[in-house]
């Protein structure tokens, strides 16, 4: 269990490259971008038992971008769900570990990767803990291309009705999808403005910045009567010097020489 947030996101960015790495995958990118939101969420937010992954009572998260699974794979074994030697089996025939986050993997709540489901999930079980009457609080990372899915706007417009104030929506807001800028794919902005027309609470944060991350979070706990979104500005690479705001990230696995760069800059 790594209870430092900087500790924990550094760690999670060198577990996702090392992951990619052997398994000639994709999608570093995006891990990289969300690192210190799990960071912040596994080393000090989130109430979870590692021996117990379905406790009752466990705050609910949900990564949507599940194509960004090697974060969370990584994040949930550097907080003891299971050996951290199991991350090696990541894209191996036959793992569990698959490349789009899998709900076999304990602490994964439920499988993702088809883009625009995470959040009307999510809803759905915020508004389960209200009708239980639980405490327990829902949390769901998405993408910014991710949020050009219409699915996200109709769960908004759900969460309001319900006042599922015990729900919320983080976007990963790194301006880069799979084939392009958000802003020239099909833009977001201004991206606060709707979230708030929509009745949401919407709070904008560098997504780097761990104080910045714990403060939002903590006034997301405090809000009454709304959900709240969280506009997480990122960088989608953050941490390796050659793949920062680079899309060719996106899909790009990197060779041994590469390999090595960035796990050297990550230990900076
Ligand atoms: C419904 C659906 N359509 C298309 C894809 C293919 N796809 C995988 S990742 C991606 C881009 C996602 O961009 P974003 O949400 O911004 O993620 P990030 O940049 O953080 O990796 C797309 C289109 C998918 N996984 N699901």
Redesign the pocket.
């Known amino acids: 269990m790594i209870t430092d947030s900087i500790v924990l996101a550094n760690a999670i960015r060198k577990h996702s490259v090392r992951m990619v790495y052997r398994a000639g995958a994709s ?1 570093i ?3 990289m ?2 690192a210190d939101i799990l960071g912040v969420l596994y080393s000090s937010e989130l109430r979870y038992k590692p021996d117990n992954p379905q406790w009752d009572n466990r705050d609910r998260f949900i990564l949507s ?4 699974c090697v974060a969370l794979y990584s994040a949930l074994a550097l907080c003891d769900f299971y050996p951290i030697e199991h991350l090696d089996d990541y894209g191996k025939e036959g793992s569990f570990f698959l490349s ?1 986050t899998s709900h076999y993997i304990p602490g994964v709540e439920v499988s993702s ?5 995470g959040l009307s999930m999510a809803v759905g079980m915020a508004l389960a803990g209200k009708i239980k009457k639980k405490d327990y609080r829902t949390y769901v990372l ?8 219409g699915s996200n706007w109709e769960a908004m417009l759900l969460a309001t009705q319900k006042g599922l104030n015990n729900l919320c929506l983080i976007i ?1 807001y ?6 392009g800028r ?1 802003s020239e794919v099909l833009p977001l902005e201004p991206l606060s403005a709707k979230v708030q027309s929509f009745g949401w609470n919407c709070i904008t944060i560098d997504g780097h910045n761990h104080d910045d991350i714990k403060r939002a979070l903590a006034e997301a706990k405090q809000t009454t009567g709304k959900s709240t979104a969280i506009v997480a500005n ?1 960088v ?1 690479g953050k941490g390796v010097s050659y793949m920062e705001d680079e899309l060719l990230w ?1 899909y790009r696995s990197p060779n041994e020489q590469e390999y090595n760069q960035a796990i050297k800059e990550l230990e900076l």
């Open positions: 999608h990118g995006g891990a971008s969300m971008k599940g194509h960004s789009h990767g088809s883009l625009g489901h998405v993408g910014d291309g991710e949020m050009n899915e990963d790194n301006k880069l999808q799979g084939y958000t990122t989608k996106h």
